[in-house]
């Protein structure tokens, strides 16, 4: 199978978009993903034009591998419609991409679509694929780093999705730090490589199960200090959004398709050797990662992957009351803007 990018195929098809610059914010992002450079050309059967289009949350990877199976073992064509996946250009675009109609469904983090719904985006979450943070601080053996508090004055690379960025000032903050004390640089998708390579003394943002993995295949010995360890609440770390207007209109597709990713998903669980190999053969894979690191990846994953997609209330309210305490957000938000859960 191969996971195309929606650049590469909506210029040929539509000449709809041009370039992949564009906005800064996750909100107001207009463009869609992109093909990565030296990625192949679309094949005829990508030309055709999918029903529905979803924005993966960054690279394929493990934690969207339940999307993925779904899609080349035909269970959303099982259920009547033809899916097409794609990489955002930024892993900070796809509330956006939602949000202005470039695609249909997208992946993200369920504190992200909190702070974009306290801007009004029009989106909501209708299930979850990674059932828990695994957003992490992360840092080499030699790097002179003990504690978040030996931060100070070190580079530490960050994907630039604008929750994290919180995340990090309020745990830095509880270290006795201030962002003026560190210095961050946006590296995107990168971060194995920023930090391997010594061009950041730590990276956040990364997951202990995908880049720390990878870095401990390696031999590199990471240091891993999970968030939950941290006292940032549990949350779903990757759900599903769609527009708020078409769970009202169409709770039937929306059904469909996540029972069509759930389903993917237990057959991922099930067959890890196919999960691996659909990763693998995808043109938009992570940077540089051979067979034993996208395997190490999944096997870190998939046992934290949502089997039913579904999602608690009590833990959304939690987390919408603490991040609203943080000063995150600065209203009150009803779980039912932000959750309409299709899982069982």
Request: glycine fraction near 10%.
């Amino acid at each position: 199978m191969r996971i195309f990018c929606w650049l590469g195929v909506l210029a040929v098809v539509a000449t709809l978009f041009a370039g992949c610059g564009g906005s800064s914010d996750a909100e107001t992002a207009s463009k869609g993903p992109s093909r990565p450079e030296g990625a192949a050309q679309a094949t005829r059967e990508e030309l055709q034009s999918p029903d529905i289009f979803v924005s993966l949350d960054g690279r394929v990877g493990a934690e969207n591998v339940g999307v993925l199976i779904a899609k080349e073992r035909g269970y959303f064509t099982d259920l009547g419609f033809k899916v097409g996946v794609g990489s955002p250009v930024r892993p900070r675009r796809p509330v956006g991409y939602v949000s202005n109609r470039t695609v249909d469904f997208a992946l993200s983090q369920q504190p992200q679509v909190v702070l974009a719904k306290e801007k009004r985006a029009p989106v909501i979450a209708v299930g979850s694929l990674l059932r828990q943070p695994t957003l992490s601080f992360i840092w080499l053996p030699g790097s002179h780093i003990h504690s978040i508090a030996d931060l100070r004055g070190k580079t530490i690379g960050v994907p630039g999705i604008p929750y994290e960025e919180r995340f990090l000032q309020l745990l830095l903050a509880r270290a006795g730090l201030s962002r003026r004390d560190v210095h961050t640089k946006i590296v995107g998708y990168d971060l194995v490589r920023t930090l391997e390579s010594g061009r950041a003394d730590a990276i956040f943002g990364g997951s202990s199960n995908l880049e720390g993995a990878v870095l401990a295949r390696r031999g590199l010995k990471p240091v891993i200090v999970p968030v939950r360890r941290l006292g940032i609440p549990d949350y779903d770390e990757l759900v599903v959004i769609v527009r708020s207007r078409r769970v009202a209109r169409n709770p039937r597709l929306v059904r469909k398709f996540m029972a069509a990713v759930a389903r993917g998903t237990a057959a991922a669980i099930a067959d890890p050797e196919a999960a691996v190999r659909v990763i693998e053969e995808s043109d938009e894979k992570g940077y540089d990662l051979s067979h034993e690191d996208i395997k190490a990846e999944v096997e870190a994953t998939l046992p934290l992957l949502s089997r039913n997609t579904y999602m608690r209330r009590a833990r959304v309210r939690h987390l919408v009351n603490w991040m609203q305490e943080q000063g995150f957000i600065h209203r009150p938000l009803p779980v039912s803007e932000l959750t309409a859960s299709f899982g069982k």
